[in-house]
């Protein structure tokens, strides 16, 4: 279960999100509470100087007033709106390059390079093929596996056709559209280090390219260090010889700010940053870009989007299950690294940004990275982190984190961390951003799926003065007959057609790794033993003592 959450819980109004999957079971909050306005900020934390963009502190106080002067050029807030609600359709789009989704000319090879692993199997070919189904890929497509197993074309269409499913409103000709779609997906067993293997790929492309404009996309579902390897060799010898070659890199993008930048340093031999596309899934889901949609086409709550009328932000990550299967890789990282350094810091960019001057990709990821520039360092004093542990539940007895047999068992991996950070800027100056994630956390009941909720408070009618809160809702489910698309769609579909504002910037996820890397190396120099909770409950007390700090009380455990 996915569920978002932000919840606004002023005397005068609440809102929140909310969105669940069923298969996932994790849930997710981003919750805002607001008091009345805070004093001016008397100082600000300026890093400037180690920040690659200017202007990262914006000193003001209180709200910004503007003369009115008829030549001026319209507020950025004005041309944002008008760039959300103008937005053009995928097959009306052509990205920068020049791109037509409806150029009869060009085509698009897709390479999934691990196609025999899970993320391939049960993420990314149906991904595509939703895009497909949705006529949303360009007339000529092809989709290729590159692996080391070896398999031929037929077992590939026979593995990937057990994940794919069609749409909740176009089911009659699905069989169809699937036997289609399954004819355009082929395979290459190779080395991911044999230039060779790759110049064996880069004919097998171009024979189904047929002499047509070819642009390329690589989507590396695969090991960080096979990375670079892979990047050199497709680089070489099957990288696009008129049209654009494109990279999808998914996390983890190192696992601090050394790794992260030589594996930047790495790629970066062989590509340009514009053809990276460093991809967070859940800067795809549906209520994530709704966020920004939210705030700067509804013109009364941008006003309200600072800490004078903020009290606090909680961005909440909580899964009712544990590593079961991914121990081992688990264990090299823990749930800062696998959770709150990307998703959770990547929401609260989003969230915290400035008004971009545009809706291009470069104006938000520049908002982003200066909030991220902006944040306060973390103290270990404002972290708590934990490890689930053994717990009997009736005739049930569920497992603790190192009675799994790839993990060791000492080890201080955290599975829970919950954190408090500060934004050093005039907009967010002294408001705590609580951050939460867990696995084993205690079960959640069903969420009403993907929804936004605006509390209000009314007059009870009557003679009398009694007053009572109502919920202004928008149920999705409710609203909207359409299946909402899987995140993977969008971002494949955004990196196809060159839209990057979705996709993490090399300085942005310097900026972000500068921010935990020190935390990370004091946890595991001083080796803090991690709080041990039971697999199934709400987390280490010491979690809600740190929320208690700040005179608030964790969001989610209003929704039991």
Request: net charge neutral; aromatic share 10%; hydrophobic share 35%.
């Amino acid at each position: 279960m996915a569920t978002y959450s932000s919840t606004h819980c002023s005397p005068y109004y609440s809102s929140s999100f909310r969105s669940s999957t069923s298969q996932n079971r994790h849930a997710q909050f981003v919750n805002v509470s607001s008091i009345p306005k805070h004093p001016p900020p008397k100082s600000f934390s300026q890093q400037v100087q180690t920040c690659p963009i200017s202007n990262v502190v914006r000193m003001q106080e209180g709200p910004v007033t503007t003369k009115l002067n008829p030549i001026r050029e319209e507020p950025p807030i004005e041309k944002l709106k008008e760039g959300l609600l103008s937005a053009a359709c995928p097959q009306e789009r052509i990205d920068g390059s020049g791109f037509d989704f409806q150029n009869s000319e060009s085509t698009v090879s897709i390479t999934v390079v691990g196609a025999s692993g899970d993320l391939a199997k049960k993420k990314i070919f149906p991904a595509l093929f939703a895009l497909y189904y949705e006529d949303c890929l360009p007339k000529h497509f092809t989709a290729y596996g590159y692996a080391r197993s070896k398999m031929t074309d037929v077992e590939l269409r026979n593995m990937v056709s057990k994940t794919l499913s069609c749409r909740i409103d176009k089911r009659e000709n699905c069989s169809e559209k699937m036997e289609e779609f399954l004819k355009r997906c082929f395979y290459h067993s190779g080395q991911y280090d044999r230039l060779q293997d790759f110049a064996e790929l880069d004919k097998k492309l171009g024979e189904q390219e047929a002499g047509r404009v070819s642009n390329r996309l690589f989507y590396l579902s695969i090991p960080p260090n096979v990375f670079i390897d892979v990047v050199g060799c497709a680089s070489f010898s099957a990288s696009s010889a008129n049209g654009w070659t494109r990279v999808i890199v998914e996390k983890p993008f190192g696992c601090d700010s050394e790794s992260s930048a030589a594996l930047t340093r790495g790629l970066k031999q062989y590509l340009n940053e514009d053809q990276i596309f460093r991809i967070d899934h859940y800067l795809g889901k549906e209520l994530v870009e709704n966020l920004s949609v939210l705030r700067f086409s509804n013109l009364v709550f941008e006003p309200l989007w600072s800490r004078q009328y903020i009290r606090n932000v909680q961005i909440i990550f909580s899964e009712d299950f544990g590593t079961e299967g991914r121990g081992g890789y688990f264990d090299q990282y823990g749930i800062i690294r696998d959770i709150m350094q990307n998703h959770l810091l990547q929401i609260l960019a989003l969230f915290a940004m400035e008004t971009p001057v545009s809706c291009d990709g470069k104006d938000i990821r520049n908002e982003k990275v200066k909030v991220l520039c902006s944040m306060r360092p973390i103290q270990l004093d404002n972290v708590v982190i934990g490890q689930y542990k053994r717990h009997t539940k009736g005739s049930i007895t569920y497992p603790g984190y190192t009675d799994d047999k790839t993990v060791s068992k000492d080890s201080l991996t955290p599975t829970f961390a919950a954190a408090a950070l500060f934004i050093d800027n005039a907009r967010w100056d002294g408001v705590p951003f609580l951050m939460k994630a867990g696995k084993a956390l205690h079960t959640k009941r069903t969420e009403p799926g993907e929804a936004i909720y605006l509390k209000i408070n009314n007059k009870v009618p009557g003679l009398g003065m009694r007053l009572d809160q109502s919920m202004l809702n928008l149920h999705y489910a409710a609203r909207y007959s359409k299946e909402i698309p899987d995140a993977y769609e969008r971002l494949l579909l955004d990196a196809m057609e060159g839209e990057r504002r979705l996709f993490i910037r090399s300085d942005e996820l310097d900026a972000a790794w500068a921010l935990f890397t020190p935390l990370l190396k004091e946890l595991e120099e001083k080796k803090i033993i991690p709080e041990y909770y039971p697999y199934g409950s709400r987390g280490p007390i010491g979690a809600h003592y740190l929320a208690a700090g700040y005179n608030v009380r964790w969001g989610d455990l209003g929704l039991e």
